[in-house]
């Protein structure tokens, strides 16, 4: 079992940052890698970027690329996405999720977190 949870989003302006953490819990992390995906209102879900715990090794969305950036921290359990230069197209609900190996499907995903609300104002 992993369990995530999600946290720091809120309101930015556009142009500005935020940065969302997601911490892990669980026995075996080491062999999973995380993924963040989003949902706008009415949207289906949109492949942001995953990251593995054991090297570290990232993938992004290819439009998504140099402005969004992963990272990991083993030692707190936690995955972070840093986010710059945001628009309001960025807007939705930020989860993370938990699969055996990176992927772009939402579907390989077993373990998700609540979300968290990123709004980006004009």
């Known amino acids: 079992q992993v369990q995530l949870v999600e946290s720091g989003g809120g309101l930015v302006q556009a142009g500005g940052s935020l940065r969302l953490s997601c911490a892990a819990s669980g026995r075996t992390l080491s062999s999973y890698a995380m993924g963040w995906f989003r949902q706008a209102p009415g949207k289906e879900h949109e492949f942001v970027g995953g990251?593995?715990?054991?090297?570290?090794?990232?993938y992004y969305a290819e439009s998504l690329k140099g402005r969004f950036t992963i990272s990991r921290d083993n030692a707190k359990n936690t995955v972070y996405l840093e986010m710059s230069s945001l628009k309001p197209e960025d807007t939705a609900v930020y989860y993370c999720?938990?699969?055996?190996?990176?992927?772009?499907?939402?579907?390989?995903?077993?373990?998700w977190g609540q979300g968290t609300q990123v709004t980006v104002s004009s």
């Open positions: 999720a938990a699969a055996r190996g990176i992927s772009a499907r939402r579907r390989e995903y077993a373990y």
């Open positions: 990251i593995k715990w054991s090297d570290g090794g990232t």
